[in-house]
């Protein structure tokens, strides 16, 4: 065989191709595990997502996102759901509901309530997440360090490719 023809038709395809997947999931998407219950019922145990990468939470990160942040704390990847934004007051009473600067906020999402309460002021700069399963979910109620500093965001949750019955985006 000869080397220009292998160099032209496999090895310079295959190797862009390698590059391109590889700058894709560096800069663009990614994919995550999900191997816990804390966001049933959003989010199937053990179930895959695809992630797209945020680069600017200040911007782009909205109540109610599911996001893929680095927890120091627990050293891994995480998904949560974000609740609190800067500057915001978190308030979760014994029955389970959720206020947001002293109004109440409805969450649909929420099907597994915990009788857990506290009182958190988000500081500027991070964000405040908790699982959809709050009965089963570790989450920034009890973390030592509740607060998710903005430069530990690395995306959003956006779709599950596992399992296949539930392949499609996230609500």
């Given at each position: 065989m000869d080397i220009k023809k292998l160099w032209k038709e496999w090895i310079?395809?295959?190797?862009?191709?390698v590059l391109g997947l590889y700058l894709f999931i560096k800069l663009v998407a990614f994919a995550v595990f999900v191997p816990s219950g804390s966001m049933l019922p959003t989010i199937e145990v053990?179930?895959?997502?695809?992630?797209?990468?945020?680069?600017?939470?200040e911007k782009t990160v909205e109540r109610g996102d599911i996001i893929a942040f680095e927890s120091d704390e627990l050293d891994k990847i995480l998904i949560k759901r974000c609740i609190g934004l800067p500057g915001e007051k978190i308030v979760l009473d014994?029955?389970?509901?959720?206020?947001?600067n002293d109004v109440y906020f409805e969450e649909p999402y929420v099907v597994y309530e915990s009788e857990e309460s506290?009182?958190?002021?988000?500081?500027?700069?991070?964000?405040?997440?908790?699982?959809?399963?709050?009965?089963?979910?570790?989450?920034?109620?009890?973390?030592?360090?509740?607060?998710?500093s903005e430069d530990r965001i690395i995306g959003e949750a956006r779709f599950t490719v596992y399992p296949f019955g539930n392949l499609g985006f996230l609500n």
């Open positions: 310079l395809p295959l190797g862009l191709e053990p179930s895959v997502l695809i992630a797209t990468r945020v680069y600017m939470p014994k029955e389970g509901r959720l206020f947001i506290g009182v958190w002021v988000v500081p500027d700069g991070c964000y405040f997440f908790l699982g959809d399963n709050r009965a089963g979910s570790y989450d920034a109620r009890e973390w030592d360090e509740p607060f998710i």
